[in-house]
């Protein structure tokens, strides 16, 4: 059965998640408002469709241990950007705070002695290492582009074969 005080950390995370993948979604469709970016717009739906299973993954995770999960309203996300630099950099920042949560939890869970939310949120800490791995790698990459069109339209195409790589490797 999960505590109070857990069950109350676990919906800030399912609310953080729920930010996470509407700001990607915001992401995407500046993306796809702009001429030739086709990679991070998809690449920025993909990341949305994986926020919210992250969330779900919390609801139920929730639920089933005599929870109650709940569904947050949000604030609507930053939907202005000045280049695919600054998506990407707000991508990066977003993860980072991301992290520090996940970590948060964690040691709320050990403190608590509740081992189960702890294992629980070791495939957390993984995809955080991950995402952030990818985020630090697009920035890097963009940071070696600087105003090179030429190079942000090379970004634009490895990314869309890297999204359409993910996507058919997701499907059963
Ligand atoms: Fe589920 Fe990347 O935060």
Redesign the pocket.
Known sequence: MLSKDMNMALNKQVMM?AE?SMAYLSMASWAEQQPGLDGVTSFFYQQSDE?RL?MLKLIKFINERGGKAEIPSIDKPMDEFSSVKDVFGNFLQH?FK?SESINELVETALKARDFATHSFLQWYVN??ME?ERVARQLNDKLELIGDDKSGLYLFDRDILLQAATASSQSKP
């Open positions: 998640e996470s926020e992250h993860e991301v995809e955080q995402e």
